[in-house]
């Protein structure tokens, strides 16, 4: 009976079996691996080789690109996102200025400008000549044609001086009745305009602002159509006057387009003393159409800007002279009628210019 041996007997690597001596022999020692892999490893060594001598190339015209950095939330925003952010953002903490006539100059370019701007732009397309003739700086005295119905020609104006000047707001001289009506009145506040006395039109030309005066009042926004491009009388002249004591330059402003966006027929007098208004209109459109007519129609708009008239060269006296008062009144009103008539002779179309 054959014994079998112990471990020992073997020792680590060989032992004797049957009295002849055994050899281990490992599995996967050298020279026994298998071809397949021998092969493989031999091709992606040399791969490896052949990659790292390689020589790098520039791709033609290309620039090494470098990682970008990670952009900030207000950087990947668009300006308008910016700005509309900004404006929530001053609004919230009450970072936001008011001067003293209630002007909100930030409320204005961002929310009432835009949506005046689309409609001078894009509706009436107005165009607009003499635009040299507003000063870049320092206070001026715009006199303006009135009418419409609804004074839009105001507002048009005002998109105007604020584009071609490069920023410049004007400060409109409106009716008492414009800051009666609920809402209408703080907006008006809130956008620059304020009451037309002589009080608050010198001390905004004294400081250097571009101010507006429509002084037709509602005797030329609400004539009938018959008597469009006719200007109404002036009044007395307060505008003049208010120039006088500034010392600044009268600029006379001539609207064609605004006459024909809700062509007055007639006027219902009983409704308009019931609702405390000037007159109530009655276009082709409305009152028949309920507020549909209400949408002006889209006529083609020219504003000019006419020849500064300087009131420097005046003493100090030159206020309390009527007659002196009278001519500069009429020279500017003549200025104006002249200048419509000349556009309106130049023009082709009422809704094409």
């Not at 308008?80 to 930030?106: H, K, M, N, Q």
Request: proline letters at 7%; glycine letters at 10%; one cysteine or more.
């Amino acid at each position: 009976m054959t014994r079998l041996h112990d471990w020992d007997d073997f020792g680590s690597e060989a032992g004797t079996v049957g009295g002849a001596e055994a050899q281990v022999i490992p599995l996967h020692g050298p020279g026994r691996e298998k071809p397949e892999a021998v092969t493989a490893e031999r091709d992606l060594r040399e791969e490896e080789a052949a990659r790292a001598d390689a020589p790098v190339v520039a791709f033609p015209g290309g620039v090494e690109r470098t990682a970008p950095d990670e952009p900030s939330f207000e950087e990947s925003l668009s300006d308008a996102a910016r700005s509309a952010l900004g404006f929530i953002r001053d609004r919230l903490t009450g970072d936001y200025t008011v001067d003293e006539f209630g002007f909100d100059a930030e409320l204005t370019e961002a929310v009432f400008l835009p949506p005046l701007r689309a409609l001078y732009k894009k509706w009436f397309r107005v165009d607009t000549h003499g635009v040299e003739n507003l000063p870049a700086a320092g206070g001026a005295l715009l006199v303006s044609n009135h009418s419409g119905t609804i004074p839009l020609d105001s507002l048009m104006t005002a998109v105007a001086v604020h584009d071609e000047t490069g920023g410049r707001h004007l400060r409109g001289l409106g009716a008492d009745l414009v800051f009666q009506v609920p809402l209408v009145g703080s907006f008006a506040r809130k956008s620059g305009q304020t009451l037309a006395c002589h009080a608050d039109a010198e001390r905004l030309l004294r400081k250097g602002e571009l101010v507006g005066v429509w002084p037709e009042g509602f005797k030329g926004v609400g004539k009938p159509f018959a008597s469009r491009y006719k200007l109404q009388r002036f009044g007395r002249g307060g505008f003049v006057s208010a120039a006088l004591r500034a010392g600044v330059p009268i600029i006379p402003v001539s609207v064609i387009g605004a006459e024909e966006i809700y062509p007055k027929l007639g006027d219902i007098k009983v409704l308009a003393r019931m609702l405390g208004l000037p007159y109530f209109p009655v276009t082709p459109f409305f009152p028949m159409l309920g507020l549909l007519g209400a949408v002006p129609l889209p006529t083609k708009w020219s504003i000019e800007f006419g020849e500064p008239i300087a009131t420097d060269s005046y003493g100090p006296d030159a206020v309390d002279d009527p007659m002196l008062v009278f001519q500069l009144t009429d020279q500017v009103r003549e200025s104006i009628q002249q200048t419509l008539y000349r556009r309106l002779s130049q023009r082709k179309s009422v809704f094409r210019g």
